[in-house]
């Protein structure tokens, strides 16, 4: 039987508790409903598995937990269980669900136990898979030591921590403990899945402690003591919380508590478990809500796969393409894209295999023209006729591309930062900007990608580290800043130097001189390359060069009057 297909969305929750927020989530199969929740510090990609295996008898909706994954945090230092509850129900809600059954692992069982707890109204039945119940010393010690704060540092250090971190919790439970009474008895995942863990939790940054605490902090045995509905508590032989399930002494009639098997043996008795309950159907999908004021989030089907973008439609007009480059997403350029609200109707594209967006090209065809292609196709799907473009390095490759492919589809183009470079210096580029770089058992990879990223902003190219190298200007070294470049290059293992190769091989030149599009070269005066940028404006004195200021949020109030200076 094949796999179910599996699809991503943002629902988008409006005057809610915690505000206005977006909650990401996965969906798959057919059948009645049942929504899976995650363990920290991990997202709904943890759930693939049971989604796999279970979207032949239901149809399974996984949200990413606030502040995990893609969902925006609740906003908040400490949380409970019951307000990751009330925000699940939110979340309901937004997607028009009155009444479900929840499957939950880990951190999810305990958010699926409050569920049933605080809202038995809305639950039919909770399995929770991996129950925690601890004592009030074990409270305490994983308290004061499971959750150090995650910061960035200038050196890349949290890297290295982290990885030892997500290392040692397939070792040791708890991960900070190192004792033989500690030790767990199954393999270490491989460096590929140690890697996808890590840059789970490195999206939810330092807000991992919220969910966490929140688990550790339940009083779990009075919650079985209250339960009016349905619950299943077990957990696999092989998971450390399987020790947990004879502590359970108190409990109402309506809680089953039975040991499991594997862990495909354990999800196969919660799946039967939960065909015995009648079940309700699962609600049709809705368009993603706008919210006013910001970026928010969408994920948009296009042909071979789903792109993610961040847009806002607060005001009229022609809609202005913003466009990251190589090794970026609409992340990176979330602070060109806000400079444009309340001025243009506003998109940040996720190119394909970057960021968020599935790898939608051709096999073995990564070149800037298959990149204008799948953005002119993302066009269609938004039914956009007509749109002004701005791209930051390879991204003004792509819109200058997409601009010749078809004309009438950009108004007007702005390109920063161009890649107009000699040939010389691109032969150099194409030889040594972009080393392999893939997870290793011992994370070496980490800081490799750190200082290479870090390096960006002292030399240039960032590989000649000589004295010719350095860039005499303020360095551009933000931790907080590397550490998302870093995290762009993580999330695009492969493509991120394929992008690259295939800017630095397109003929930028030759394709200047075709051009008819109304025009315009920018780059601030912290850009490294802004003298190969201003040589291209006197190559080709048709496309004037402008300065930008220095903080990208500004971009959008200088570039606007360009975008209007002509008819459409």
Not at 328 to 341: E, T
């Amino acid at each position: 039987m094949a796999t179910p297909k599996i699809t991503r969305h943002f629902a988008t929750i409006l005057d809610g508790r915690w505000g206005d927020r977006q909650v990401h989530y996965r969906r798959c199969g057919s059948g009645p409903l049942v929504v899976l929740l995650h363990q920290s510090p991990l997202s709904s990609r943890d759930m693939l598995p049971t989604m796999e295996r279970w979207g032949r008898h239901f149809t399974c909706i996984a949200p990413d937990t606030p502040g995990f994954g893609l969902s925006d945090p609740l906003g908040v230092e400490r949380a409970e269980v019951a307000d990751f509850a009330q925000a699940q129900i939110e979340f309901f809600d937004a997607i028009g669900v009155s009444k479900a059954a929840v499957y939950g692992f880990h951190t999810g069982a305990m958010v699926a136990a409050g569920l049933a707890q605080h809202f038995p109204e809305r639950i039919i039945c909770a399995a929770a898979n991996g129950y925690v119940l601890l004592t009030e010393q074990d409270r305490a010690d994983i308290l004061a030591n499971y959750l150090p704060s995650l910061e960035p540092k200038w050196d890349g250090s949290h890297l290295t921590w982290l990885w030892n971190r997500m290392r040692e919790q397939t070792i040791f439970f708890p991960w900070y403990r190192k004792s033989l009474a500690d030790r767990l008895d199954f393999d270490v995942p491989s460096p590929a899945a140690l890697q996808a863990g890590a840059l789970d939790m490195l999206r939810s940054g330092d807000n991992y402690r919220v969910g966490y605490r929140a688990a550790f902090t339940m009083r779990s045995d009075q919650a079985l003591r209250e339960m009016r509905v349905p619950v299943l508590v077990t957990a696999a032989t092989t998971d450390v919380l399987a020790a947990h399930l004879p502590r359970i002494r108190a409990k109402t009639a309506s809680v089953t508590v039975a040991a499991g098997g594997t862990a495909e043996e354990t999800l196969d008795l919660i799946g039967r478990w939960l065909r015995k309950h009648k079940l309700t159907t699962a609600p049709k999908l809705r368009d993603t809500a706008p919210i006013k004021g910001r970026m928010w989030q969408q994920m948009l089907d296009v042909a071979g796969g789903q792109l993610r973008i961040r847009r806002n439609t607060d005001a009229v007009g022609r809609p202005v393409i913003v466009q990251h480059d190589a090794a970026g997403s609409s992340d990176i350029v979330k602070p060109l894209a806000q400079s444009f609200i309340g001025l243009r109707p506003v998109i940040a594209i996720d190119l394909p295999g970057h960021g968020e967006s599935d790898n939608t090209l051709p096999a073995g065809k990564i070149t800037v023209t298959t990149y204008a292609r799948a953005l002119l196709k993302a066009l269609d799907a938004l039914d956009i006729k007509q749109c002004d473009f701005i791209g930051t390095w390879g991204g003004g490759l792509v819109g200058l591309e997409l601009a010749l492919l078809a004309p009438k589809r950009v108004a007007h183009l702005a390109l920063a930062d161009l890649l107009y470079f000699p040939a010389a210096l691109t032969a150099e580029l194409k030889k040594n900007y972009t080393p392999e770089i893939k997870p290793n058992w011992y994370g070496g990879h980490l800081p490799h990608a750190w200082m290479l990223m870090r390096d960006q902003g002292l030399f240039w190219p960032w590989y000649d580290r000589t004295r010719k190298g350095i860039i005499w200007k303020p360095p551009y070294i933000d931790p907080a800043m590397v550490h998302a470049r870093v995290m762009e290059i993580f999330k695009a293992p492969e493509m991120w130097r394929m992008a690259y190769q295939a800017h630095f091989a397109y003929p930028t030149k030759s394709k200047l001189k075709q051009l008819k599009t109304p025009a315009v070269l920018v780059a601030p005066r912290w850009d490294p390359n802004i003298d190969h940028t201003r040589q291209a404006a006197a190559d080709f004195p048709q496309f004037p060069f402008g300065q930008m200021p220095d903080a990208m949020t500004r971009w959008g109030e200088e570039l606007v009057p360009f975008f209007d200076s002509t008819a459409e």
